[in-house]
């Protein structure tokens, strides 16, 4: 106890309240850890707002959901036991203006009908200020959207199907919207009377109905929806709680967060680097007073421990200030992003992430301060008084078990904390990989540079001596500019081809239009609508249907705890079709299709992927439910689906025979010459109100809003990364800068000029970027494709030029940091040097 109340008072008298030599460690600290507070907090405060108003958002205690048809006596009997019930019917639908107008205006819409009891949670808000109870058949609610892009008001006129609407109010906070999901267009709430009144439920239509109850408070609701699913095995109903009230939202922002989770982990492994350079530097200024406490008896454990605490300090102070910031930066977030976030979430501190950040910042910096730390204490006094002309290193032996030890950690807690730990372990993997390549390439410049030919001008002869010469910091530097530059490629590459995939290629390959709801028996009446309009039009037809998978393989889904990894066609219901011919954007794997006129036993085509994660084979059974009825298919083959050729693509399709005789429509895709969009729409309309034609700009206009702010957060995340790569940099600079005084000083004594001395420097620079210039193009453009191609599934469509010249400035600015790095040694008199030396 003795030893450390001694060392900490020869602590404090170092630190003089300043922290002055670890200033660096304290930038990377607040970096690392900020960036991970803020994403920690952020995600678990978008977590904590859903499901506090899960209830809200749901609709209910519980949901029950299904397609195309209504509950049976028996089902809302046990609905109706459970507690108190509201029933919404939710279909596409197209919204009408014929009034004022030269020709109707039209917008596809979310048509929603709801009864009395709806909301049993929360309030139907109007723009006005007053709360809806929608109660009359002939009124309409409408979303801002829509009023605004039919340029209607309170007490305008709409149609929808075969029925006119007055409009009762403009909706300003429907309760429910977000559990309702995805949606192709604004909503238009009527009640489902008025639903009736529009004609557009009819045998094979699309719509889907949901039950959703309000339970006693003793009542649970995973309890509630397991009873109702085994007392109706075969109803096909889709379960929602509370607690995951909006299942898509939670499991995307949790993925995103994990994601960025990651990131930051890179950020503040890459500042790691920087600590330890800027604690390697911070030791060597303080070489005189180590040398005297050798001198004077002190053990190398005692000097440990002084520098220790040091350290210990203002990584602390880092890591405090790193998490208020952090804490802080969530309401920035919240009003920069605005309407991007599902929910908004109540200021409040959470303790978990922020405990994790911390924890994360304690292990970065005992990893990375454990080798200078070890080398001090070990260095005899006889060689800190050499100085800089000692270069023994610590001992590995007494380095290994801090090191590795808190890497180890990092890693573990990692991994168990992630949703996915293969995906994170084999992210980490990735990382440590690509700090090492990049060593092992520092490792390679600098034997490299000891072996070419001199150059004849001594000023670059100089520069390429300064990459092996002894005590030269190569290695970091080229992971510090290597990550910089790669960084800097892997985010212009991102953004560049998928800006060309949603405003080139998606266009390009997608139909102008989709229509749902077709009637069977006007196929040919639909076609001829069409090509009176555009003779030019291609039109393509497909069975539609909604189902659920019940069973594969004799296991029933519903007795799985959790959905194996990858298998998102079992969650809820999927487009079902058949098909005598297989589809044109599919690739035949395995197996084979059946023949034309096939009547034997129902056969089933699969999703080769699907197939793979179920772990399927040829003539395994498939069960899935239809309206209520579970039917049976028989696995015929496996296809490969091409999902980029934006054509209906089915992970399911069946022999005919198989369900055939269910009631359905069908879907189309049109292909039009430009610009006859809004023309076949107004006259496919009145000839067929019931079918909802889909304007695929207005999609790919969402796509391209939702891909886009995700690659914002992704290059907000990663500009943390790019900020602590500065860190390593001006970490290494300054760890060399004693080195570069020495060197600085014998040339301006030798008469260089300062003009020279700084030459050499910028030469040394320049000849590092060019080195590391094309193998971060080579990893930037790797990770990037991974991210384009793999992750968004998209073309591989990046814009060189643009890449390039970001790699050129991301040079640039490393060159000008190492320059602004070089200039206080300009100012050192050589007398004054060649004293302290």
């Given amino acids: 106890m003795n030893e450390w109340r001694l060392a900490w008072r020869l602590a404090r008298r170092e630190l003089h309240g300043r922290c002055r030599g670890l200033r660096l460690l304290l930038v990377c600290m607040f970096l690392g850890v900020g960036a991970l507070a803020a994403i920690g907090s952020l995600s678990a405060a978008i977590d904590g707002e859903l499901k506090s108003r899960g209830a809200a958002i749901l609709g209910g205690d519980v949901e029950f959901a299904t397609s195309q048809r209504a509950a049976t006596e028996a089902e809302r009997a046990a609905f109706s036991r459970l507690g108190r019930m509201s029933e919404t019917v939710g279909m596409q639908a197209m919204a009408v203006r014929e009034d004022g107008a030269d020709a109707p205006q039209t917008v596809p819409v979310t048509l929603k009908g709801v009864d009395g009891a709806y909301p049993l949670y929360g309030n ?129 922002l949790d993925r995103m967060g994990q ?214 910091r190569t290695v970091t530097l080229v992971v510090a500019l290597g990550l910089g530059l790669t960084l800097f490629v892997l985010l212009a590459a991102i953004r560049t081809s998928i800006d060309a995939n949603i405003q080139e290629t998606i266009p390009q390959r997608a139909p102008a239009l989709f229509a749902l709801d077709v009637p069977r028996d006007q196929v040919a009446s639909f076609r001829q609508t069409v090509e009176q309009v555009a003779p030019a039009a291609r039109i393509e037809m497909v069975p539609l249907l909604r189902g659920t998978i019940t069973a594969y393989a004799g296991t029933r889904v519903a007795d799985l705890t959790t959905l194996p990894e990858g298998a998102w066609a079992l969650r809820g219901e999927r487009g079902l079709t058949y098909s005598e011919t297989m589809p044109a954007s599919n690739e035949l794997v395995e197996g ?54 934006l054509g209906f693509n089915f992970v399911m399709v069946f022999s005919p ?59 907000a995340a990663a500009s943390v990364a790019i900020l602590a790569g500065i860190a390593v940099l001006i970490g290494a600079i300054a760890a060399a800068r004693e080195a570069r005084t020495y060197d600085g000083v014998i040339l301006k004594t030798l008469g260089a000029t300062r003009a020279q001395v700084l030459g050499v420097q910028a030469l040394e620079y320049v000849l590092l970027s060019i080195a590391i210039a094309a193998l971060a193009l080579a990893l930037g453009l790797g990770g990037a494709w991974y991210v384009v191609v793999e992750v968004f599934a998209f073309e591989w469509l990046p814009h060189y030029p643009t890449v390039l010249a970001t790699l050129a400035a991301g040079a640039g600015v490393t060159l000008l940091i190492g320059i602004l790095g070089a200039l206080p040694i300009l100012g050192i008199r050589p007398a004054r040097a060649l004293r302290a030396l």
């Avoid at 053990?299 to 890591?319: D, E, K």
């Avoid at 298919?633 to 689906?641: E, K, T």
């Avoid at 729409?681 to 695929?696: D, G, H, I, K």
Wanted: glycine residues 12%; hydrophobic residues 50%.
């Fill in 124 to 252: 139907l808000t109007l723009a006005d200020g007053s709360i809806a109870h929608p109660a009359d058949a002939a009124k309409v609610w409408i979303a801002p959207g829509l009023a605004e892009r039919l340029g209607v008001r309170v007490g305008g006129r709409l149609r929808l199907g075969t029925a006119q609407f007055t409009i009762a109010g403009i909706i300003a906070d429907e309760p429910d919207r977000l559990g309702e999901g995805f949606t192709l267009g604004p909503v238009a709430i009527v009640t489902l009377e008025g639903i009736g009144r529009t004609g557009l439920i009819q045998p094979g239509s699309l719509y889907e109905r949901k039950y959703r109850i309000a339970l006693p408070a003793a009542r649970s609701p995973d309890t509630a929806a397991e009873a109702v699913k085994a007392d109706f095995p075969d109803g096909g109903w889709e379960a929602k709680t509370r607690d995951r009230a909006s299942p898509g939202a939670a499991r995307f």
């Fill in 592 to 645: 084979r299709w059946w023949p034309r006129d096939y009547a034997g036993p129902p056969l089933v085509s699969l999703d080769v992927d699907l197939a793979r994660v179920l772990n399927l084979k040829l003539g395994d059974p498939i069960r899935f439910s239809v309206l209520g009825v579970e039917r049976e298919a028989r696995v015929a083959s496996f296809r490969r689906i091409h999902w980029d050729s």
């Fill in 259 to 472: 994601f960025l989770v990651l990131v930051g982990l890179a950020a503040l492994a890459i500042a790691g680097i920087g600590v330890g350079n800027g604690v390697a530097s911070y030791l060597s200024t303080r070489r005189g007073s180590i040398a005297a406490l050798k001198v004077l008896g002190a053990t190398s454990g005692g000097i440990a421990r002084v520098y220790l605490l040091q350290v210990a300090v203002v990584a602390g102070i880092g890591i405090l200030l790193g998490l208020v910031a952090g804490v802080l930066a969530v309401p920035l977030i919240l009003w920069i992003a605005g309407d991007v976030l599902p929910v908004a979430p109540e200021f409040a501190i959470h303790p978990g992430p922020l405990a994790l950040a911390a924890a994360y910042g304690l292990l970065t910096a005992l990893a990375f301060t454990a080798p200078p730390l070890v080398r001090a204490g070990t260095v005899p006094a006889a060689g800190l008084l050499r100085g800089s002309l000692d270069l023994r290193r610590a001992p590995w032996r007494r380095v290994l078990p801090w090191t590795g030890g808190a890497g180890a950690l990092v890693v573990a807690i990692a991994v168990a904390t992630a949703d996915q730990p293969a995906f994170t372990a084999s992210f980490l993997a990735t990382i440590a990989a690509t700090l090492l390549l990049l060593a092992g390439f520092g490792w390679c410049v600098r034997w490299l540079a000891a072996r070419l030919p001199r150059p004849r001008g001594p000023l670059l002869r100089l520069a390429l001596t300064g990459l092996h010469r002894p005590g030269a």
């Fill in 657 to 715: 025979n198989a369900i055939a005789d269910v009631p359905h429509n069908l879907a189309a895709t049109i292909e039009l010459p430009k610009g006859q969009e809004g023309a076949v729409t107004r006259a496919l309309l009145p000839r067929f109100p019931s079918v909802s034609v889909v304007e695929v700009g207005g999609v790919i206009a969402q796509v391209r809003t939702l891909v886009g702010q995700m690659a914002t957060a992704i290059a």
